[in-house]
């Protein structure tokens, strides 16, 4: 039976709607805001809280990591998220979440890595968690630039490159220090079940040039 108020074609299409999602729609409107305006570091600092260093500039809108950059990082702590950006880069570098102290970020905070295609994905390929969990393929293109999403929600941190996931880790499954579950050794001095699960997001000067735009974060 028609709605009295709802004309039988608009009806169809609101059906067919509900229908193809399940019940269950999402606005268009993602509420992701930008981290980055492309123009100046406005929210950003260096690891010890001051400006960022001048080794990373802006250019055609993108953040560009120059020599003796340092990392860089938001003001800003985010905890469950979905960060979204695209990178160009000539070699390593990486994308840290939940950190907790920039100033030991590789004790404090979990690096989602950056670099150059590889034939053979490992923990230190494009878009692994580095030294914990290895992408499944190699997504990343070498030259140009690649699509990020990441999304941390609890203990879960997913990945995906170019439109495909490449890992999906649950940190409650890291129970002991050093060790990761599959048996290999990892980096960290703390277990990352107990890591914290909100922290600073960085981009890390490992001396390549690399570069990050249209960076936008929504929170979950």
């Known amino acids: 039976m028609s709605h009295p108020c709802v004309p039988r074609a608009m009806l169809v299409l ?11 729609c999402v606005a268009a ?7 980055f305006n492309g123009k100046d ?22 953040m560009v990591r120059k020599d003796r950059a340092s990392y860089i990082w938001t003001r800003e702590r985010f905890g469950d998220f979905v960060l979204e950006l695209d990178y160009k880069t000539e070699g390593n570098s990486g994308i840290f979440i939940r950190t907790d102290d920039p100033r030991n970020c590789v004790q404090t905070g979990i690096e ?8 053979n994905p490992n923990k230190h390929s494009p878009g692994a968690l580095y030294d914990l969990i290895a992408p499944v393929k190699e997504m990343s293109k070498r030259g140009e630039w690649n699509h990020v999403v990441i999304t941390a929600k609890g203990p879960q941190i997913t990945v995906e490159i170019n439109g495909e996931g490449v890992v999906d880790a649950n940190l ?14 990892n ?16 981009f890390q000067d ?15």
């Open 14 to 24: 609101l059906l067919t709607a509900v229908t193809f999602c399940g019940g269950v």
């Open 187 to 202: 980096k960290f001095n703390t277990a990352l079940k107990d890591f914290k699960r909100e922290g600073h997001i960085g």
């Open 112 to 119: 989602v890595a950056i670099n150059n295609p590889t034939n």
């Open 41 to 62: 570091f406005d929210g950003w600092m260096s690891a010890g809280g001051g400006e960022p260093s001048p080794g990373w500039v802006v250019e055609d809108g993108a």
């Open 29 to 35: 409107d993602d509420d992701a805001v930008p981290l």
């Open 206 to 220: 490992h001396g390549a040039t690399v570069m990050y735009r249209n960076v936008k974060l929504k929170r979950l």
């Open 172 to 185: 409650d499954q890291w129970t002991t220090p050093h060790k990761n579950p599959d048996g290999t050794n």
